[in-house]
Nanobody, 126 residues
Framework: QVRLEESGGGSVQTGGSLKLSCVVS????????MAWFRQAPGKQREGVAA???????FYSNSVKGRFTISQDNAKNTLALQMSNLNPEDAAMYYC????????????????????WGQGTQVTVSL
């Protein structure tokens, strides 16, 4: 059984940085299609970044140039480096995975993923 556990959330000021980590157990992260999502109160879950099994990278327009998704195969983890944070980035951040490849048209769609972590909270103050 594949499990995901996020960490690294916290509170930062506008313009600050955070690095989120997702530990994968039960499978090799390199064999999964993985992504980061976020959900703010009252809003739908939003895909922010995805990493395909072949190393393809995908970003939402709202985070492109500020967030970087990466994978550490030795530690079997997925990371999300976030910089230049603003209050619109505040949300619960979730790590997600799927055993088989996700179609390119769906890489940032929550419904395409079947495995989820419990989330880590990010707060951004002015």
């Amino acid at each position: 059984q594949v499990r995901l556990e996020e960490s690294g959330g916290g509170s930062v000021q506008t313009g600050g940085s955070l690095k989120l980590s997702c530990v994968v157990s039960g499978a090799a992260a390199s064999r999964l299609f993985m992504a980061w999502f976020r959900q703010a109160p009252g809003k739908q879950r939003e895909g922010v970044a995805a990493l395909g099994a072949g190393g393809s990278l995908f970003y939402s327009n709202s985070v492109k140039g500020r967030f970087t998704i990466s994978q550490d195969n030795a530690k079997n983890t997925l990371a999300l480096q976030m910089s230049n944070l603003n209050p619109e980035d505040a949300a619960m951040y979730y790590c997600a995975a799927r055993v088989i490849n996700v179609p390119v048209s769906k890489v940032l769609m929550a419904g395409a993923y079947t495995i989820w972590g419990q989330g880590t909270q990010v707060t951004v103050s002015l």
